[in-house]
């Protein structure tokens, strides 16, 4: 009989020795855990760089703020995007927002990606979010709260303008922001009425969730506040200390800013974590310039993409490491995300446009922009509105949205008080127009999973489910359709079932069925080697605020880059959010029916833009030079 165990004395010795040794293991691994430093992100509303006394003309009323500039490093040339959505798209998925699909709306962040929560949860973080979100338009959706995104808990708003409360239906309404007895979430629960001032009562939640996080694991507190964003309601006990003008009003905004973030910074300090805290304060984007100039002394303002719309103070500050230092490199919202996990001791996925900061924190180096682009797109007669900030060339362009293309001089680091007049070589059209063309390959493509056709089954996209789809914002998908047959019954080019289908008809037009909408094409003509097909399409969804307005959508077939329908019939996303995870078959339904019959098809190409014959940046012709090639 074999003796699988003998327990001898030299045996129990072994034994001790394991048990030490496993011990010795464990408490390693839980002391690694605690080494990892907590983690509090404090993002603020359209706070520009006149808005903190020591980075602008120093009258803003920020002591708090000028004491934490002077203790952490200030990254003096941060770039982020010119309104809410896209900046937090960017910081939060590492990515350009375009890229995912904000500009500046979007339907959501696909739940494919990886971003900052989830990574930091990964590696042993307690992950939480408090405030505004303003990640989504798909307030049905429950795919888009930050609860599907990675973090653990959160309280707070989906956007600003629901903060009203919902309509007698418990539906979400879009109204007039409010900074006074809010309705807020918790933890996705039906909204609720408080009582009080929005970022007291989200600060009040913070200072909980750092005094309740003292222990052995570590946190990631990530706290958007909605101050100093318009509508300017101060709170009386901040009112009555400053003078009855509109600036008055806004300094008192900012007083009440400043606090919060004293208590903040307090309860690190008597919960005995700050220390072991690193502490990120930013701006989404530059200041409204409404009551006072904001952004001294950069010039524009937010929703432009002049240097007053996209440069914020940033600052980082972990004490013992990373503090009282001046950054004067560009840096950029995306390269929060791979810095703050390095920090966290793990590794950025991969895929990520922003850069690992490290080595800059560290007296180092990191690889440099030549240049920095936006876009916004609204799909309509006003066209794309964009920009490029060529920084070697100390100049850059912005094209409004009525057409009008301006060009500046980009700012070089702010660490005085007085911007630079130099004479700046003014772009034309066409030079603007080529550089974003070149730019929005880059970042347009939507990358996707895709399965090639076998003899069974159809080909197979999946992946990024809220850009895969036509049901938001723009978009464009490319067919390269090889030895094509009109013989026989209907072939079915694209399905994704439940969401939208493309067929092609024996009578050799082509049927569009987006929900229960069917569209038909003209009759098509075979080129005999290989047809192009373009499905172009831009979904605007009904808005009560700010922007009151319809549903309006256009959808454009091109066959061989010639248009056989155009159509402004109004296309809507499905109520749920479920069937946007189905996948796209290409050249057959999911059962296999209906198959294409001509050369299996390739890949498709998707970029996330309405296509047209002429228009700025990239354009139809551009889409057909990749097809049928």
């Known amino acids: 009989m074999r003796v699988l165990f003998r327990h001898g004395r030299g045996a129990r010795m072994r034994l001790v020795l394991l ?26 509303d359209d706070l520009g760089n006149n808005d903190i006394a020591s980075w602008g003309d120093g009258r803003a009323p920020t002591p708090t703020l000028d004491a934490l500039s002077a203790s952490a490093v200030r990254l003096r040339r941060h770039y982020t995007d010119s309104t809410c959505s896209p900046s937090r798209a960017s910081l939060i998925s590492g990515r350009h927002p375009v890229s ?21 949860r990964s590696l042993g973080y307690r992950t939480l979010h408090v405030g505004k979100w303003h990640l989504g338009e798909a307030l049905e959706y429950e795919e888009i709260q930050p609860g599907q995104q990675g973090f653990d808990y959160w309280f707070g708003m989906l956007n600003h303008f629901v903060l009203q409360g919902p309509g007698p239906d418990g539906r979400p309404v879009r109204r007039q922001p409010t900074h006074i007895n809010p309705w807020l979430q918790d933890n996705g629960s039906a909204p609720a009425q408080h009582q009080g001032y929005l970022d007291d009562i ?51 905004i900012l007083s009440q800013l400043d606090h919060n973030m004293a208590r903040l910074l307090k309860a690190l300090e008597e919960s005995g974590q700050a220390d072991n805290t690193v502490v990120i304060f930013a701006s989404d984007n530059g200041g409204a310039n409404i009551n006072m100039d904001n952004n001294y002394p950069l010039i524009g303002k937010k929703a432009t993409y ?18 009282n230092q001046d950054i004067r490199e560009p840096t950029v919202f995306m390269d929060i995300f791979p810095t703050l996990v390095s920090i966290a001791g793990g590794n950025p996925p991969k895929g990520l446009a922003g850069r690992n900061l490290l080595p800059l924190l560290e007296g180092g180096s990191v690889p440099g922009f030549d240049a920095l682009y936006w876009a916004g797109d609204s799909g309509g007669a006003l066209g794309m509105t964009y920009s490029a900030h060529l920084l070697n060339e100390h100049r850059f362009f ?20 007085k911007s630079e007049d130099r004479p700046v070589t003014e772009f034309d059209g066409k030079q603007a127009s080529a550089l974003i063309r070149g730019w929005e390959w880059q970042v347009r493509p939507v990358p996707l999973k895709w399965q090639a056709a076998d003899q069974n089954s159809p080909g197979v996209l999946t992946g990024r489910n809220f850009q895969r789809a036509p049901v938001f914002g723009g978009y464009s998908l490319g067919l390269s359709l090889r030895q094509l ?44 080697r290989c047809d192009s097909l373009v499905i172009s399409t831009h ?78 940046g990239l354009a139809l012709s551009d889409m057909l030079q990749r097809l049928c090639r």
Do not use: M
Not at 547 to 554: I, L, S
């Open 485 to 528: 047959s009109f013989a026989g019954g209907a072939q079915t080019l694209v399905d994704q079932p439940g969401v939208w289908g493309v067929r092609l008809l024996p009578d050799r037009r082509l049927e569009v069925r987006h929900g229960g909408t069917l569209q038909l094409s003209e009759p098509v003509q075979a080129d005999g």
């Open 306 to 323: 002049t240097e007053g719309g996209v440069r914020t103070p940033l600052l980082l500050r972990w004490p013992g490491h990373y503090e």
């Open 100 to 120: 995912v699909g904000f500009q500046a709306d979007g339907l959501g962040l696909s739940p494919d990606l990886v971003t900052l929560p989830k990574s930091l």
């Open 202 to 252: 989200l600060t009040d939640k913070a200072v909980e969730l750092v005094k309740s996080g003292v222990g052995e694991k570590p946190w990631f507190i990530n706290l958007w506040l909605f101050s100093p964003h318009t509508p300017y309601q101060p709170s009386p006990a901040f009112s009555t200390q400053f003078p009855d003008t509109p600036e008055g009003k806004y300094f008192a």
């Open 539 to 616: 979904v605007k969804p009904a808005s009560t605020f700010p922007f009151p307005g319809p549903a309006k959508a256009r959808l454009l077939l091109y066959w061989n880059g010639q248009p056989v329908l155009d159509s402004d019939r109004v296309l809507e996303r499905p109520d749920t959010a479920k069937v946007l995870s189905n996948p796209t078959y290409i050249g057959a339904q999911a059962d296999g029916k209906e198959a294409y019959r001509g050369a299996p098809l390739s890949e498709p190409l998707l970029i996330n833009k309405l296509v047209l014959p002429e228009q700025e």
């Open 19 to 44: 048990g030490i040794l496993l011990c010795t293991a464990y408490a390693g691994n839980a002391a690694e855990s605690h080494a990892k430093p907590n983690i509090l992100l404090v993002l603020v």
């Open 398 to 417: 912005y094209r409004e949205p009525l057409g009008q293309l301006h060009s500046g001089a980009v700012t070089p680091a702010i660490d005085k008080h």
